[in-house]
């Protein structure tokens, strides 16, 4: 990988790069095509940015202490439980990583490895109204954590996580759960890798759904790897 900017350099180690902000903090790291779509023809994003992007992913999962991940992206089935690089993680001496999925109303399929097979067990931050009527297995229930009366207070939540040492988060999407964050001002970086493909017509996926109005970004740093320019977003 090599720096573009603030300071040009080449051979950089991109774990070193991404772990150079001081916590606790919260980001949003999706892959992009060059034409604005975060999902390839097929609907996933794996086809977006190849092996340099994926290892920006392992990277900036390492780095979080919890992965935050919408119910609706759960729910289209692409998720499945962390792929965890122990080496990654350990060389910050942290245990590795749950996946966090914040869901409104519990509708989602316990019967997934997401709930039945993680090495780490996934967290469920709903609401309190939400939990009193949803029907789940007994072994997820410890895991979940309620912020909010009638609805998700993502605030709440985040302070919540932290208090469990879930200090530094990453969202994965989808889509609603990352303009909620950006909307309450939640998010302290916009990681995004901008893949040299176009999409064209057809199947498109926003990275953001719509906002009350424009949040501004402060360029932090760019990087160049197999053609995929990684952008780093302060938001102001």
């Known amino acids: 990988m090599r720096r573009l900017l603030p300071e040009p350099a080449g051979e950089i180690d991109p774990y070193d790069a991404y772990g150079d902000v001081k916590g606790p903090w919260l980001r949003v790291g999706m892959v992009m095509s060059a034409d604005g779509s975060v999902t390839d023809e ?82 469920v931050v709903t609401s309190a109204a939400a939990l009193k009527t949803a029907e789940m297995p007994d072994a997820v229930r410890p895991h979940v954590l309620t912020a909010g009366d009638d609805d998700v207070d993502l605030g709440r939540a985040v302070h919540e996580l932290r208090e469990r040492g879930l200090e530094n988060l990453v969202c994965e999407g989808g889509p609603m759960l990352a303009t909620s964050l950006v909307e309450a001002g939640l998010v302290d970086e916009i990681c995004l890798n901008l893949a040299p493909t176009l999409m064209g017509g057809g199947r498109h996926t926003r990275m953001l759904g719509e906002l009350a109005g424009p949040a501004a970004l402060d360029p932090a740093a760019v990087y160049l790897d197999d053609g995929v320019l990684f952008l780093r977003y302060g938001l102001t």
């Open 42 to 123: 097929h609907g996933w994003t794996h086809g977006l940015g190849g092996e340099a992007d994926f290892w920006v992913f392992l990277i900036l999962r390492a780095l979080a202490d919890g992965i935050l991940v919408g119910a609706g992206t759960i729910r289209s089935g692409m998720v499945r439980p962390a792929r965890l690089r122990r080496s990654l993680r350990e060389r910050r001496g942290r245990p590795p990583a749950p996946i966090v999925v914040v869901s409104r109303s519990l509708s989602l399929d316990w019967t997934l490895p997401l709930f039945t097979a993680a090495e780490t067990p996934t967290i």
